[in-house]
């Protein structure tokens, strides 16, 4: 972490340091001559040790907390920031619940409230998405364990279980939720049970284990100011989840109109990323929309469409710049969810959609060969790179020794 003094006047201050995104937003903006900063919980972030951080904060408090909110306070007050980049689901639920006490200090790089509570909520969207004639997963929704019998009867075995909202608090604390496969009864029961206990509302659907798409927009004024598109080749979790092995592609046709059409519909501004699902048969269902940076957005910037950039441009109220043209065909491979995804293939073999083992390691090495971009590696910026790096080897040693230490035990008894 930097020790550096701040200077009154920061452009702009990216919260949730320790996302990949956020690497790529301080990366981005800082390479175009704008004084950028970070903050996290962890001291560790990869994104405090780029060239481009100015300055990196750690707060001793956790996400989504009154603690939290006062240090930021105390953040934006000592350095005058203009735009706050938040891209964690925590800290953007925070925000919005202090939306206006924040803003009287910065702008937030977020759509307004109330395009924002639509794409946050799964029901929502999909409701929207039916309305506009957009393919849907055929679901249900379940709001306790009771219901999940009908639930089965309705959907059947194979299914995914979603909670309606991927940040679900109580009064006293809040947890990130992310879909789950379920092949049996007690596997729904279980996954319903864990995404409903602070109230949430689950969303049970058909498994869908075609090629997965996403189109990502800058809109702002009524007016798309950028699109990007790519396809997952693997993700973490194996179905679903971050897209640890990504192509750029053209924007497709059919998904390209959809999410344009889904996008003007909520009017929603900022950044935002539309995913999908292709069947069997190649037709693409809407599966949620990110109303943040995600975490694939590096490949979109080596691509050329800078969205980290053009998100503090119409974030700080000026008029984005407006990119026609990309380049297609590029990967992008995030290496640790790429490790842990083959490894769960070892871990889960048999369930639905997985690759076998063998094809995994098979591909997982191939992959190698291809050339390809990684994430945090920029050879003008290699310390990130080395501190992920570093975390990971520790983490790895740490889980070893964790895993070995009851046999451990018995020998030493």
């Not at 980049?85 to 937030?108: C, N, Y």
């Not at 089965?152 to 940040?167: D, F, M, N, Q, T």
């Not at 602070?198 to 009524?222: D, K, N, P």
Request: hydrophobic share 45%; charged share 25%; with cysteine.
């Amino acid at each position: 972490m930097h020790s550096l003094e701040i200077r009154p006047g920061l452009d702009a201050l990216v919260l949730d340091a320790g996302l990949r995104q956020s690497l790529a937003a301080v990366r981005s903006l800082g390479r175009r001559g704008l004084s950028v900063a970070a903050l996290d919980r962890c001291g560790n972030a990869p994104a405090f040790s780029s060239r481009w951080c100015q300055q990196g904060w750690v707060c001793p408090a956790g996400v989504a907390t009154d603690a939290y909110l006062a240090y930021l306070d105390q953040v934006l007050t000592r350095t005058g920031a203009r735009v706050i980049i938040p891209s964690g689901d925590g800290t953007i639920d925070l925000l919005r619940k202090h939306r206006a006490l924040v803003e009287r200090r910065a702008r937030i790089a977020l759509a307004k409230e109330e395009s924002l509570s639509i794409a946050v909520n799964k029901e929502r969207t999909l409701a929207i998405a039916r309305r506009l004639g957009i393919g849907v997963p055929r679901g249900v929704v379940v709001r306790s364990v009771s219901e999940v019998p009908a639930a089965l009867e309705a959907i059947g075995l194979p299914a995914v279980v979603k909670p309606r909202e991927s940040w679900l608090s109580d009064e006293r604390q809040g947890v990130r939720v992310t879909s789950q496969l379920v092949t049996t009864a007690e596997e729904a029961r279980r996954a319903t049970a864990e995404l409903t206990r602070f109230g949430g509302v689950t969303l049970f659907q058909q498994l869908l284990s075609g090629r997965r798409e996403a189109v990502s927009f800058l809109y702002a004024g009524g007016e798309i100011r950028a699109r990007f598109a790519q396809w997952a080749k693997r993700t973490a979790p194996p179905l679903g989840g971050e897209s640890v092995l990504r192509q750029s592609i053209a924007v497709p046709a059919d998904i390209g109109a959809q999410a344009e059409r889904l996008v003007r519909e909520i009017d929603l501004e900022g950044y935002s990323e539309v995913e999908f699902r292709r069947d069997s048969a190649g037709v693409p269902y809407l599966m949620e929309i990110n109303p943040r940076l995600s975490a694939s957005v590096g490949i979109a910037i080596t691509s050329g469409v800078d969205f980290p950039w053009l998100l503090y441009q119409w974030a700080n109220g000026g008029s984005p710049d407006k990119v026609e043209s990309y380049r297609t065909g590029g990967w992008m491979r995030y290496l640790k969810g790429d490790l842990m995804t083959t490894l769960a293939a070892f871990r889960q073999r048999g369930r639905p959609g997985l690759t076998p083992p063998g094809l995994a390691v098979l591909g997982f090495g191939l992959s190698f060969f291809r050339p390809m971009h990684y994430d945090y590696v920029d050879w003008a910026d290699p310390l990130p790179a080395l501190r992920a790096t570093a975390d990971f080897i520790r983490h790895a040693v740490k889980s070893v020794m964790i895993a070995k230490l009851p046999s451990m035990r018995r020998r030493l008894s």
